[in-house]
């Protein structure tokens, strides 16, 4: 999760966005250097960089001919920019009223970004997280279809919870978001 600024705005350099999508497997200056079709030394002053802002980490140094070779890899294999970066402060549901609004879906999405973000970031690597996603598309002849299916999911969901819930148990956030899917290029 990327919650500086200006590690946000070392990221999305080209030069250096070019060096983390080449570092796959870790790699020195010279090997990524030749991978993107730049030199070395341009590519030294990026890693140095993207490692002050934590995106890459030093995976071993090598000791040959006199030279010390610095092999990195990226600390992180993907990169999500946290919502707060972006918007300045955190979008925060609870101050959004219209709990159908397109703001109230985005603060909320905002939030599970932030907060899984977050739990990854401290988590030991090779540790997954206990998540569930649902992701689907589904077709609604009219309004009232959707209103109807909006109450049938708000009941079944609830039963669930009633079900499931217990006060003394680890706490998870649910969410179910829909909006209408963007139409794809033809």
Known sequence: ML??????EA?????????LDALTEPGSAATVA???GSTRQKVNYHLKTLEVHGLVELAEERAWGGITERVVRRSARNLVVAPDVLQGAGLDPNEIADRLSA???IAVNAR????VGAIAGVSPAG???PTLTVDTVIGF???ED????????QSAVAALVARYHHDDGRPHRLTVSSYPRPEEPS
């Open 3 to 8: 919650a500086d600024p200006a590690a946000v």
């Open 11 to 19: 990221a999305l350099d080209p030069i250096r966005a070019a060096i």
């Open 34 to 36: 030749a991978a993107i």
């Open 103 to 105: 703001a109230y879906l």
């Open 112 to 115: 599970t970004v932030s907060e």
């Open 127 to 129: 540790t997954r997280l």
């Open 141 to 143: 002849s009219s309004p």
């Open 146 to 153: 959707r209103a109807a299916f909006a109450a049938d999911l």
